[in-house]
C-alpha cells in the first residue's frame, strides 16, 4: 500500500511540472485554432449550404465527399488511413507514441470532405487526432525539454483539448482523454496537465466560435426532467438494458464495417456505399420529410425529440445505423461520438414514448448519455457530457448514472474503439 502511495505521489509531481504545464498550455491554444477552423469550414460552409440543396444534389454528395476524402488522403502518403480517434489509441499504448505529423493536414482535409458533403460522422474524431498530433509533435520539436516518458502525458492533454473545444465541455474532453484508452479503467498521470489543456482549449474556443452546447436539445431552458422518484429510476433500468443491447450491436457491426474496409478494394466499397448513402437520403426525405441520414445527426435529434410514432423513431435509428455504417465503409473520415449520441437520443425517445414516461424529455438524454457510454465504454465521460451541455437542471444526473451503469454492464466488453485496452499493466506500463 505504502509503495503504490509512493507511486501515485511521484507521478502526481510529474504531472504539475512547470514545463508540462506551460506546453500543456500552450497545446490547448493551437488545438483550439484548428478545431474552430475545422468545424467554421465542415459546418457553415459546407454542411449548412449543402442541407438547402435539391434533393440530386443531396443524394450525390455524400458519395463525392468519400471520393474527395480518399483523393486527399493520397496527399498524405500511401500509407496514411482514415484513423481518427483510434489512432490516438493506439499510439497511447506505445511505447514511444508517434503520429506522423505531415498526415495531419491531410486526414483533416479528408474529414472536411466527408462530413462537410454530407457523411454520417463527427467532426470529434478529427479535433482528437489534431489534439494528438499536435501534441506529440510538440513533444519532439522541444525534445530537449521533456523526458520521452512525457510524450504520453501531452499526448493525453492534446486529445483533452480536442474534445475540450468540439463539444465545448472542458470536464469532459479531460475525461474522456483519460478514461477513452482503456475498457475498465483510467490513467490519472496525465490529470492535471490534460485540466489546463482542456480549459486553455475551451476558452480560445468559445471565444471564437460561442459556447452553444454542440447537441442543440441539451441546450433547450426547462426541459421537464421533474423531479428525482422511484418511476424515473426504473425506466432508467429499463432504458440501459436496450442501450446496453442495441450498443453491443452497434460496436459489433461497426468493428466489423471498418474490419471489411481491409479485405475490400476500394472501388467496390465506394460504389456500395455510394448507392446506399443516395438512397437513405431519398428515403428519409419520402418517408420523414426530411434528409436526416446526412451529417453527424444534430438535426435527427432535434426531429425524434417531437415524434410519438415508434414506427417512425425505428426507422430512423435504422436510417442513421445504415448511413454511419455506409459511411466508415466507403472510407468517410470522422468520428463515432456524435453519431452514438444521436442513436442514443432516438432510443431514449423510444423507450420514453414506449413506457409512455411522464417526462418524456428526460429519455433522449438518458439514452444519450446509456448508448454513448456503452459504444466507447467511457460512462463516466458520457454522464458528464450531458452534464456540462444541459441547461434544463440536474434531475437527470441520477438516473443518467444508474443507465451508462446497466448499459456497461448489459454491453460488455464491446466497444466501437479499436485498440483500447482493459486495464493498465501496472508497474509494467
Known sequence: MLEQTSKFAQAFRVARNPRLLGASAVIGVLVALVVAALEYITVLVLFERL???????????????IIGARALLLLGGRDTNVSTSDEYFRVF??????????????KLMAGIATVGGGGALGLEGLSIYAGSSISLFFHRQCGRFFRRDEARILL????????????????TGVIFAIEGPYQDDVTPQALVPSLIASAVSYTIYVSLVGSEPVVP?????????????????????????????AGRGFAWVT?????????????????TASLVLAALVMISDRLLGEALSLGPGTRAMEWVIHQDSLRLIVLLFGIRVCATLATLYGGGVGGLFIP?????????????????AEHLALYPVLGLAAFLGAGYRTPIAAVMFVAESTQGGGAFV??????????????GPSSVAGFQRGRRLGHVE
Open 93 to 106: 499504448h506505445e511505447r514511444q507514441p508517434r503520429i506522423k505529423f505531415r498526415e495531419m493536414p491531410a
Open 255 to 271: 468493428r466489423r464495417a471498418k474490419d471489411l474496409t481491409g479485405e475490400v478494394s476500394w472501388t467496390k466499397r465506394v460504389i
Open 340 to 356: 452514438l449520441s444521436t442513436l442514443g437520443v432516438i432510443v431514449g425517445q423510444f423507450v420514453g414514448v414506449g413506457i409512455d
Open 398 to 411: 441520477v438516473p443518467a448514472l444508474v443507465a451508462a451503469a446497466v448499459s456497461q454492464v448489459v454491453s
Open 217 to 245: 436539445i441539451l441546450g433547450e431552458e426547462g426541459l421537464g426532467f421533474g423531479t428525482l422518484n422511484a418511476s424515473a429510476i426504473l425506466g432508467a433500468l429499463v432504458l440501459g438494458l436496450v442501450a446496453g443491447l
Open 156 to 171: 493525453t492533454a492534446g486529445a483533452a483539448a480536442g474534445v475540450s473545444a468540439i463539444f465545448k465541455t472542458p470536464a
Open 51 to 65: 442541407i438547402t440543396e435539391n434533393m440530386l444534389v443531396l443524394a450525390l454528395a455524400p458519395a463525392v465527399g
